[in-house]
């Protein structure tokens, strides 16, 4: 079956450290998300794809960045990682095109604790 | 840019019951989705329904149905006959269609319990 999955669940690192979290989905979808999740914020976006060699930045991207080398994954990475980026961060894919509902498809999340 | 609000942090519902949980959103765009996940304790995000800006009746799926007033920008989710499987987090979502882009903006959540 088609499934979307992130790396490691759990993690929990000290502050300045670079962290990355990994994204595989086997949807063959082009578009591809990450998220955060905080209490009080629901989800807020964090990086986008729309394909390959393609990325964008979304509304809490500081200090963080992605890259898009092949359908299946988008890594996130931390590039130096703060204790305000505790959180719970998702992985998330929807289908290329003008298909109105077009869900996005969420992986289970991984809880990153930074000390 | 877009907003959704949802001003219910938590409810309480009898089994059995329905239960309406409030969504209201802002756009100045003619053409968007609203979509309702729902997360169980466990942490997943489920999909449970999807409105289009320019869908003429309601959207339903099973027992969630979506009460979309447009003229006053709302996007209510409505669960009939709770379960307390129903128990969980509820997110409004919306996706902005004009500009092509094709992430969604969330809303930050109701709790829901359902009370045996």
């Known amino acids: 079956d088609a499934e979307i999955t992130q790396s490691p669940r759990h993690k929990i690192t000290e502050t300045g450290r670079q962290v990355t979290l990994a994204c595989h989905q086997t949807?063959?979808?082009?578009?591809m998300f990450w998220y955060r999740q905080d209490l009080g914020h629901g989800l807020r976006l964090i990086h986008y794809?729309?394909?390959?060699?393609?990325?964008n930045k979304g509304e809490v991207s500081d200090g963080y960045s992605v890259s898009r080398s092949n359908t299946e994954d988008l890594p996130l990475t931390l590039e130096s990682a703060a204790s305000s980026q505790t959180s719970v961060y998702f992985c998330?894919?929807?289908?290329?095109?003008?298909?109105?509902?077009?869900?996005?498809?969420f992986g289970p999340g991984t809880r990153l604790t930074v000390l | 840019a877009q907003k959704i609000t949802q001003t219910q942090p938590g409810m309480f519902v009898q089994e059995k019951e329905a239960v309406t949980l409030d969504c209201t959103y802002d756009?100045?765009?003619?053409?968007?989705?609203l979509f309702w996940y729902k997360q169980p304790s466990s942490g997943e995000m489920i999909f449970l329904i999807y409105?289009?800006?320019?869908?003429?009746q309601n959207a339903t799926e099973g027992r969630y149905s979506l009460n979309f007033q447009k003229a006053r920008k709302s996007a209510n989710l409505v669960i009939s006959a709770s379960q307390l499987g129903d128990s969980a987090m509820y997110f409004c979502?919306?996706?902005?269609?004009?500009?092509?882009?094709?992430?969604?903006?969330f809303g930050s959540g109701t709790r829901l319990q359902v009370q045996p």
């Open positions: 409105q289009g800006s320019y869908d003429e």
């Open positions: 949807w063959n979808h082009n578009n």
């Open positions: 794809s729309y394909g390959v060699q393609d990325t």
């Open positions: 979502a919306m996706r902005v269609e004009d500009t092509g882009r094709r992430a969604l903006t």
């Open positions: 998330a894919s929807s289908v290329r095109g003008e298909v109105n509902r077009n869900e996005q498809f």
């Open positions: 756009t100045s765009d003619q053409s968007y989705g």
